[in-house]
Nanobody, 125 residues
Framework: QVQLVESGGGLVQAGGSLRLPCAAS????????LGWFRQAPGKEREFVAA????????YYADSVKGRFTISRDNAKNTVYLQMNNLKPADTAVYYC??????????????????WGQGTQVTVSS
């Protein structure tokens, strides 16, 4: 079992920044990849970014490239999503997710085994 706890959400003005930590606990040695997804009201949950735990390789949705950065601190078992130049369209509940084995489909939510409870990010115009 892997437990994931997100934090850092809040209300920010357009153009502002937020950093979302996701702390992993439990069987963390088994984690292959950690991803961030988001879900806006009335919309499907969508991929934002992912990082391969072993070597730090990163992957991003086109909508956030150049604005968001995913990183990890292996010693703290924590992954971070740094979000800059936020837009109202970024408003959503942000979820951290973990996958325990290799996949090429890192951007598909059904590929992930464990999920956090989510943290709300609201960007005002």
């Amino acid at each position: 079992q892997v437990q994931l706890v997100e934090s850092g959400g809040g209300l920010v003005q357009a153009g502002g920044s937020l950093r979302l930590p996701c702390a992993a606990s439990g069987r963390t040695v088994a984690i292959y990849m950690l991803g961030w997804f988001r879900q806006a009201p009335g919309k499907e949950r969508e991929f934002v970014a992912a990082i391969r735990w072993s070597d730090g390789s990163t992957y991003y949705a086109d909508s956030v490239k150049g604005r968001f950065t995913i990183s990890r601190d292996n010693a703290k078992n924590t992954v971070y999503l740094q979000m800059n130049n936020l837009k109202p369209a970024d408003t959503a509940v942000y979820y951290c997710a973990a996958r325990l084995s290799w996949t090429r489909d890192y951007d598909r939510r059904h590929e992930y085994h464990y999920w956090g409870q989510g943290t709300q990010v609201t960007v005002s115009s």
